[in-house]
């Protein structure tokens, strides 16, 4: 690593952030995001951390920690899925596939619980490769979701060439939903979803007038601080036990 301290995962933990219904009073599923439990200047986020663990060994050890570490959590959410976003390189791999299987039926999360998120700017080099793994994977009952679709320059590629389940709307044009721009490009985004059959999430929603936009729009989801920030596991413990109505202010 190029002389830099080592980072170990005693360092890191995996804060969730829920992913609501459309109508923002239900949690659907959280996304698992990476955290540093105590920022220090040389690691204060996840890009810090990802700085550390760009040698393909490394990257591929973080993975599996997160894989492993977001299912054991998974078993206290029994009534909701989880979102894991991995590198393009685990897709890569022939293997990935069957040991991913493996991983879970372990720690015993039901593949159907359990949400795969490609980032759409990740580079995917081998796509007969990557297709076989996510095919392979949604036989078994997993769920493939390409995250922030449309700010890459292979969106269309990637939507014909890889199954997904799902796509997540950038923050970038819900940002801008007050625009003719963003807003005709979030209403073709949902339209073409639906037409493939396919899942929406919008993320990034901070406010009310993007999420009565988005609902009216048609996306099924919304995740953004509108509705919750990213919160430890034991906040998600407390958010879901809690009867009181599933919405905090933003802030």
């Given amino acids: 690593m190029g002389g830099r301290k080592r980072v170990s995962f005693d360092e890191l933990t995996l804060h969730y952030q829920p992913q609501m219904t459309a109508d923002g009073t239900r949690v659907a599923s959280v996304e698992a995001l990476l955290r540093v439990l105590k920022p220090e200047p040389r690691l204060m986020g996840p ?8 040698a393909p060994k490394d990257a591929e050890a973080l993975d599996w920690w997160v894989v492993r570490t977001a299912c054991r959590d998974a078993l206290r ?18 293997g990935f596939a069957s040991r991913l299987a493996s991983e879970v039926a372990e720690i015993g999360v039901p593949p159907q619980r359990i949400e795969l ?9 081998d796509f007969d490769t990557a297709v076989a793994n996510i095919n392979a994977l949604r036989a078994m009952g997993f769920r493939i979701a390409l995250d922030d679709f449309g700010t890459g320059f292979s969106s269309l590629t990637y ?7 799902k ?11 007050g ?41 099924h989801y919304m995740q953004g601080w509108l509705f919750h920030k990213a919160m430890s596991a034991e906040a998600v413990d407390d958010l879901l036990a809690s009867d009181r109505p599933m919405r905090l202010a933003a802030g």
């Fill in 117 to 125: 998120e490609i980032v759409e700017g990740s580079y995917i080099e």
């Fill in 77 to 94: 959410w029994p009534s909701i899925s989880i979102g894991l976003n991995l590198t393009a390189g685990r897709f890569r791999d022939p």
């Fill in 47 to 54: 890009a810090d951390v990802l700085a550390h663990f760009d």
């Fill in 167 to 177: 796509l997540k709307i950038d923050k970038s044009f819900v940002d801008g939903v």
């Fill in 179 to 219: 625009s003719i721009q963003s807003a005709a490009i979030v209403h073709s985004v949902v339209a073409l979803a639906r037409a493939l059959g396919l899942k929406i999430t919008a993320e990034g929603v901070e406010t009310e007038d993007q999420h009565r936009f988005l609902k009216v729009a048609g996306c």
């Fill in 159 to 165: 939507l014909l060439k890889l199954p997904v389940d």
